[in-house]
């Protein structure tokens, strides 16, 4: 079982299947601002960089939401959800304000499908039912070409790591049939 660090100290335990480069990305689906269903993970025929986040509703988490917006404004042919168990309501009034227009936002919040499956839902600690801080990207081919889980929960991603791992994964063509 994975483990990340909550403000140093606290050990706290991730459950859910554990994902790894060169896997398929599960599909999955979340509960989108206007309570539409949004699809997760699988081939889209595009890259995808999945951003999971705690809340949005902290510092750290909108800090990273609004960086993902601006660079997601600057990528072609590449989708951009990020994923929390914060309500739908909560996730629009949230992009609304801070002008989040690049982003698919998805709340994991009924059945937290995504956290189980991609093994970042919080086991223990403070925050436990919410997902860890991690970065998944997918190539078109549905399968995942980088993989972040961040150490410390209360602090981003690498995020010049993930704008490498999305050109690369952003830059193939192959659908997946050719393997």
Do not use: W
Request: charged share 20%; net charge negative; proline share 3%.
């Amino acid at each position: 079982m994975a483990t990340v660090k909550f403000k140093g100290e606290l050990e706290v335990n991730l459950s859910g299947t554990e994902l790894n480069v060169g896997d398929i990305a599960p599909v999955v689906t979340g509960v989108g601002a206007d309570l539409s269903d949004i699809t997760i993970g699988g081939q889209r025929g595009m890259a995808q960089v999945i951003i999971a986040v705690p809340s949005l509703d902290t510092g750290v988490c909108a800090s990273e939401a609004r960086r993902f917006n601006v660079e997601a404004s600057k990528l072609d042919h590449v989708e951009v959800v990020i994923v929390s168990m914060d309500l739908p309501f909560a996730m629009k009034r949230f992009c609304t304000t801070e002008g989040i227009e690049n982003l698919k936002v998805a709340s994991d919040f009924r059945a937290k499908a995504f956290a189980k499956s991609y093994g970042v839902l919080q086991a223990n600690g403070p925050l436990a039912g919410l997902t860890a801080r991690a970065v998944f990207i997918v190539n078109p081919s549905g399968k995942i070409t980088y993989k972040e889980i961040v150490s410390e929960i209360t602090q981003e991603p690498n995020y010049d790591a993930i704008l490498a791992a999305i050109t690369e994964a952003s830059s193939t063509s192959c659908c997946g049939s050719c393997h």
